[in-house]
């Protein structure tokens, strides 16, 4: 199972569900332990931080070391408002709850910002701060802490003890679980399912990518601050050691030693990491002595090799035990979308004046004007290195121009943003194909209707997104069979050879109801047959009303497909007009061949 994709498992999460939920309830012959059931209590407690560290870090692509940070905040506002206002838990873990969101917000403002090294570094140095300001408080008792938290209660029942508290844990950690992945497999979950690795695609289809960050920051913060709640009225105390930046680091470990990119990775990890702590510290000091920490040692070597040879984590092996299903269907029916009105044909769409883009002392594109007229197609040619796909870049909103302007449909568009130009109905396809290739075909072209459906994050979660869910997914599902992708629909994006991947991207610009698409190169790496459907298609959208800008290196499908063509060296126009026209042009037969006799 790759990195991303998140099947619907349903027989290990019913077994995992006997299983936990059993434990402490067997008979007397069987029954477990009091001391087994605190290590479980541990594991639950360490899987909702982890769950939590999966949507971060193993989806989003945001490395974080400071999470026990915020079980710390979870845990110290319970202790405080409980001990010192008598305040209800349950009232506290709401107060918890707002306090870490709103110090999540302002931290992830900050540092989901940074990328790189700077983002690990980032948040070592808040999980630091916060980590010395429990300690260094005198209304949260220093580095001694706050004693006599009340236990849980639940209406009359009493939750005191380790194994009456249990069940609670455990219906929070799966509870973690069923959310996330309702989350992922949802809307804005494709959304944040392509911030690892192809947020600049989710940009051009609409994504809020900062937003996106911030977002599941502050939602695997809450699970962390959720986490410390429980384990300040599981232990009755609560003092900084546990939210240091030792635990920060384990938490991680514990996600990407059961999967950093599998939400059922993040329990087995904790199970393994928990146990195999425990079980080094009971067995090593009686066979190394109890001079040294040798345990830590030990185990630093054992996780080592674990990553060595399972670079995916632990999970990935559990789960060829178990069928899996895409997670994504298109529905048999559904409503359909809206779509634009199509502009009369003849009209000026798109208008580039003198547009220049340098990236220091290189001129990219040099002063380049031309114009796409609704319902026809322009071809916009070059040698390798003539500023072509810099040309789409600016009309897109990926880089901004130095110079000039880029009107479409009478409004200037060279000062916005990538998703706020194709809300306008321009869509793009890649030169370097762009695609989330753990997510299944169907899924990657859904991810092309983000901005035409609505529903949010806390919708998702609870799963009332079902109707826009069907009506994306039947729009997705209809662009597949529109471009003859149809037959792949549940395969793994990653999986299609080159050619297919590029008819994927087009069906996934169409999915964004474009007035204008943008295709870079779409030619390349089809064969002859798979060349002359693509020009069909293209032939039908534009008896469709569709306005298509294309770059490509294939000089019969462009004569043969545009009503004028665009031709471009060293970043400067050198030719335009009628297809014939352009193959004559002096300066086009010098550019291309080094000029005839």
Known sequence: MSANRLPSLKKPFWLFLVVIFLLPVLPAPVRVPEYWITLFNYIGLYSIVAIGLVLLTGIGGMTSFGQAAFVGIGAYATAYLTTNFALSPWLALIAGIVLTAAIALVIGGVTMRLSGHFLPLGTIAWGLSLYYIFGNVDWLGKYDGINGIPALSFFSLSLASGRGIYYLIWAVALMSVISVQ????????????????????????????????????????????ISGFLYAHLQRAVNPTPFGLNHGIEYLFMAVVGGVAHVWGAILGAAILTVLQDYLQSVLPTLLGQSGNFEIIVFGVLMVVLLQYARQGVWPFVARWFPRDPSARAPASAAALPQ??????????????????????????????????????????????????????????????????????????????????????????????????????LENVTLGAHLRGSTGISRSIARLNAAEEGRLLAEAASQLRRVGLEQHMDDEAGSL??????????????????????????????????????????????????????????????????????????GTRIAHGLPREVQNDPAVLEAYLGGVE
Request: hydrophobic share 50%.
């Open 340 to 441: 634009r009105t199509k502009p009369s044909t003849g009209g000026a769409l798109l208008v580039v004046d003198r547009v220049r883009k340098t990236f220091g002392g290189l001129v990219a594109v040099n002063d380049v004007s031309f114009e796409v007229a609704a319902g026809e197609i322009v071809a916009l040619i070059g040698p390798n290195g003539a500023g072509k796909s810099t040309t789409f870049n600016l009309v897109t909103g990926v880089l901004r121009a130095t110079s000039g302007t880029i009107r479409f449909a009478g409004e200037r568009i060279d000062t916005l943003r990538s998703r706020e130009i194709v809300r306008r109905g321009i869509a793009r396809t890649f030169q370097h194909v762009k695609l989330v290739p753990g997510m299944t075909v």
């Open 182 to 225: 309702n989350l992922l497999d949802s809307r804005p979950g494709r959304a944040i399912r392509a911030l690892r690795g192809a947020s600049v695609m989710a940009e051009a289809m609409g994504v809020d990518t900062v937003w996106m960050r911030i977002v599941i920051f502050v939602y695997s913060a809450v699970l962390a601050a």
């Open 497 to 570: 050879a080159l050619g297919q991947q590029r008819i994927l991207e087009i069906a996934r610009a169409l999915c964004c109801d474009p007035v204008l698409l943008l295709l870079d190169e779409p030619a390349a790496g089809l064969r002859y047959q798979e060349k002359q459907r693509l020009g069909e298609l293209l032939r039908r959208l534009k008896a469709e009303g569709m306005s298509i800008l294309l770059v490509e290196h294939d000089m019969d499908f462009v004569m043969n497909l545009a009503d004028r063509v665009v031709v471009m060296e060293f």
